[in-house]
């Protein structure tokens, strides 16, 4: 799972951290591997729509953004996390948090905390086939009183994805390709507050899977880890749209990844600059599976 932007040290911080966990990531040899597995498939954690697997993770994430707000735009900066653990092989409750800092007007504080269940229902290995369900809370008034709503948000999701290895010889080429996609209502406890349907899907062409699994061109590390990426994010309410474009890439190793994007607005509604995502992530699962990324049950 992976649901996830004032000025001085803190986005330096931020950036420092993600920079450490990368490194380490990427002093790690090993082919790719991963959670979310469908035959030969591996779906990456992705950074704004979330993929359909579920594991024990860790993930940590930095964002910038410039939003419209009351006062006209503001620049907001992020640096959120989520640790998800499995209750089963099927089962995982996750756990997240967000510290925000924005300006016009200047607020920095914690988000509202939340917490997840997902739950694994389908896999198919041959048509590189998997969906999962799962229900996030925003426990309203957990956060600072600067940044948090006082109600709560319970998001109902449905997540999918579908590779493209099950594609005729003749497109042998596009087996690389993936798509992900997630959607749900947001429905609010608050008095008043406006409801709101999320979804969004992702675009993957995986090197990983064109070196392994259709011809190996003999790219050198790290190239050959690598899955460029389109995430489309999205949100309705009160019959406004808004939502980004996300291209970027992530490289992913079996024991986690590292992944950027940029976050370009559809709209003016959905901002007025481009922002930026920065994502490490780790794969308990792979790192320590007999003891920390070990099933409870």
Sequence with gaps: MNNTSSHH??????????S?????LLLAPSPAAAHAIAGDRVFPSTLAVDDPGVGDEANLEYGHVRA???????????????????????????????YVMQNNPTARGFDNFG????????????HEFMTSVGVHAELGGTGSHAIANSFSTISPTIYVGKGMGDLPDALAYLRPVAITAEAGPSLTTGAGQPNSFDYGFTV???????QQQVHDFGLPKPLSNIVPIVEVPLSRSQGQTTGT?????????????????????????????????????????????KTLGKPLF
């Design 9 to 18: 040290g803190k986005p330096f911080c931020a950036v420092a951290t993600l």
């Design 68 to 98: 419209p707000g009351d006062n006209g735009d503001q620049s907001i900066n992020t640096f959120s996390f989520e640790y998800d653990k499995l209750i089963t092989a099927r089962l995982a409750l996750s756990v997240d948090g967000a």
């Design 115 to 126: 917490v997840g269940l997902k739950y694994l229902l389908y896999v198919n290995a041959r």
């Design 204 to 210: 993957q062409y995986s090197l990983p899977y064109l």
């Design 245 to 289: 474009i996300n291209p970027g890439f992530i490289w992913i190793n079996r024991y986690g990844q590292f992944g950027i994007e940029a976050q370009i607005p559809i709209n003016s509604a959905s901002g007025s600059h481009v922002g930026i995502l920065v994502q490490a992530h780790l794969f308990f699962d792979d790192i320590a599976p």
């Design 20 to 24: 450490f966990a990368a490194t380490a």
